[in-house]
């Protein structure tokens, strides 16, 4: 049972432009979500979080939107960059456990 | 100097075998964690260790065995290797349970583990 998932495997886009990374879930409990980013070789890092009080929370170039009655999260890059090229993986939790369930990643690619 | 560090980083065995991957971390971080990234991947939690004790065990066949010696080291024992074993484990460390902005997984680089 697949409860977090990131339907696109992969994403181009122009060095500069948007870049728009999508998540759905299907546990209502969840309520606390999570984007990390992963280079080929290395582990996944932290990038940006939200809990569900909020349906938004930005840091710097990055914005995460959370649509609780969806149930659909999307991470935001703006502009994007040549070194932002990895994969973002979703994650969600409930606040107070230590399990994440983590989707299988979406590839950007942003071209120079 | 390394947060998460996992050893081997690569591993290339015969079916049958026993082999283990070890981890430490450096963060003084109380809870430790041994994911799964397999072809497809997904990247499924199979443990979780919170000061040493057992927290989180999935459905994890039970040739695989963590140990926790210290709350800095979880290392993870497989015992009878299997072609389906063939993947990524990584190993992550939180100071705690999920918290709004705090509290987030620290993960290692990871260990391929490949079984012929």
């Known amino acids: 049972d697949q409860q977090v998932k990131q339907n696109s495997p992969s994403l181009s886009v122009q060095e500069g432009r948007i870049s728009i990374l999508n998540c759905d879930y299907t546990n209502s409990m969840f309520d606390y979500f999570l984007w990390y980013k992963k280079y080929p070789a290395e582990g996944p890092t932290f990038l940006i979080s939200i809990s569900s009080i909020k349906d938004k929370n930005e840091d710097g170039r990055f914005t995460v939107f959370l649509n609780k009655s969806a149930k659909h999260l999307s991470l935001h890059i703006v502009p994007s960059q040549p070194g932002d090229s990895a994969v973002y993986f979703c994650a969600a939790s409930l606040l107070g456990t230590y399990k994440y369930i983590f989707g299988t990643g979406t590839r950007l690619k942003v071209l120079a | 100097d390394t947060a998460v560090s996992q050893t081997p980083k690569y591993l290339v065995t015969q079916m049958g075998n026993d082999k283990s991957i070890k981890c430490e971390q450096n963060?003084?971080?109380?809870?430790m964690y041994w994911y799964k990234q397999d072809s497809k991947k997904f990247l499924k939690i199979m443990f979780s260790?919170?000061?040493?004790?057992?927290?989180i065990n999935e459905t994890v066949p039970n040739r695989f065995s963590p140990k926790s010696p210290d709350k800095a080291h979880l290392n993870l024992h497989i015992n009878s290797l299997e072609l389906g074993d063939s993947a990524v484990y990584f190993c992550?460390?939180?100071?705690?349970?999920?918290?709004?902005?705090?509290?987030?997984?620290?993960f290692g680089a990871g260990s391929r583990l490949t079984v012929l």
């Open positions: 963060l003084g971080h109380d809870t």
């Open positions: 992550a460390s939180s100071d705690g349970p999920a918290s709004s902005g705090a509290n987030v997984l620290t």
């Open positions: 260790y919170n000061n040493k004790e057992l927290i």
